[in-house]
């Protein structure tokens, strides 16, 4: 059970590291802007990672709680991969486009 704990914990921490990146997109400058980027990429290759492992931690188990974390953890992945495709498309964006 604790290497459950674990893994929950893990895709957590990835799942704030992705989405506090992304956010932080909006700041300006375009270098910035890509270094963020990359580590949202980062971010997401570790949660499915830890997406994984807790899917072979909890493959054959009964226990609600973990199928449930399994759940949000992927919820968590689908989100943070929607919230970076935004963060490419805005700096994909010309500065001064006209109205």
Do not use: Y
Not at 10 to 21: E, F, N, P, S, W
Not at 29 to 35: L, T
Not at 61 to 75: G, N, P, Q, R, V
Not at 83 to 97: D, I
């Amino acid at each position: 059970m604790s290497r459950i704990k674990a893994a929950v914990v893990a895709i957590a921490v990835c799942g704030l590291l992705a989405g506090g990146a992304t956010s932080a997109v909006f700041a300006g400058e375009n270098a910035h802007v890509a270094e963020t980027i990359k580590h949202a990429k980062e971010g997401i290759a570790h949660e499915k990672e830890a997406i994984t492992h807790l899917e072979e931690a909890i493959k054959g188990s009964t226990d609600a709680h973990a199928k449930e974390a399994l759940e949000h953890a992927k919820e968590s992945l689908k989100h943070a991969e929607e919230s970076l495709t935004h963060a490419e498309q805005a700096a994909q964006k010309p500065k001064g486009k006209k109205k």
